[in-house]
Antibody, heavy 124, light 107 residues
Framework: EVQLLESGGGLVQPGGSLRLSCAASGFTFSNYVMSWVRQAPGKGLEWVSAISVTGDTGYNADSVTGRFTISRDNSKNTLYLQLNSLRAEDTAAYYC?????????????????WGQGTTVTVSS | DIQMTQSPSSLSASVGDRVTITCRASQSISSYLNWYQQKPGKAPKLLIYAASSLQGGVPSRFGGSGSGTDFTLTISSLQPEDFATYYCQQSYSPPRTFGQGTKLEIK
């Protein structure tokens, strides 16, 4: 069964740091671009970050650039998100998600598998 | 960054109704458009990718169309389990932004 399991969320003070992890199973992790998406309480989905299959290229939303860093360890089938300089507005459920991959010779970046989410609360 | 705008933000409909949700991109995104369904307390579910391709396991009453800047998600005959929030997302270029969501409620 294809599965993603996030961990590492919790309560942190403003200015603090956390590292989120996402353990993947049931598919060849190293073949897929992976993403993080967050959802603040009662709000919509916000795309946060994505990383290439080799891990050498990362992309961030403007709202987190310079504070969050995405990485992956293909030997451990694990995706990470380092959250630094946290702010109250970073409070959200954080989901990791797998992209569709190659269909008919083209790569599609729709997110077809999602974890259950891990909650980050930034508060003093 | 590409901005995605959905309309309406909320919608009331009845079981059996045909429903259309619109998504507009701030610039052309070709057909790099995805649709998701999210129910309360759950992770989103991919319904449609590449504007009109139905994800495996998704009922055929869901359909997507459009290209360039204007896209639609159509549910041909609403079922009770379809009442949820729907999001579009562009996957043309990072950041791969989402629309603000459309909440579909029972009339």
């Amino acid at each position: 069964e294809v599965q993603l399991l996030e961990s590492g969320g919790g309560l942190v003070q403003p200015g603090g740091s956390l590292r989120l992890s996402c353990a993947a199973s049931g598919f060849t992790f190293s073949n897929y671009v992976m993403s993080w998406v967050r959802q603040a309480p009662g709000k919509g989905l916000e795309w946060v970050s994505a990383i290439s299959v080799t891990g050498d290229t990362g992309y961030n939303a403007d709202s987190v650039t310079g504070r969050f860093t995405i990485s992956r360890d293909n030997s451990k089938n694990t995706l990470y998100l380092q959250l630094n300089s946290l702010r109250a507005e970073d409070t959200a459920a954080y989901y990791c998600a797998k992209t569709l991959g190659i269909r008919g010779g083209a790569y599609y970046y729709g997110l077809d598998v999602w974890g259950q989410g891990t909650t980050v609360t930034v508060s003093s | 960054d590409i901005q995605m705008t959905q309309s309406p933000s909320s919608l009331s409909a009845s079981v059996g109704d045909r429903v259309t949700i619109t998504c507009r991109a701030s610039q052309s995104i070709s057909s790099y458009l995805n649709w998701y369904q999210q129910k309360p307390g759950k992770a989103p579910k991919l319904l449609i990718y590449a504007a009109s391709s139905l994800q495996g396991g998704v009922p055929s009453r869901f359909g997507g169309s459009g290209s360039g800047t204007d896209f639609t998600l159509t549910i041909s005959s609403l079922q009770p389990e379809d009442f949820a929030t729907y999001y579009c997302q562009q996957s043309y270029s990072p950041p791969r932004t989402f629309g603000q969501g459309t909440k579909l409620e029972i009339k």
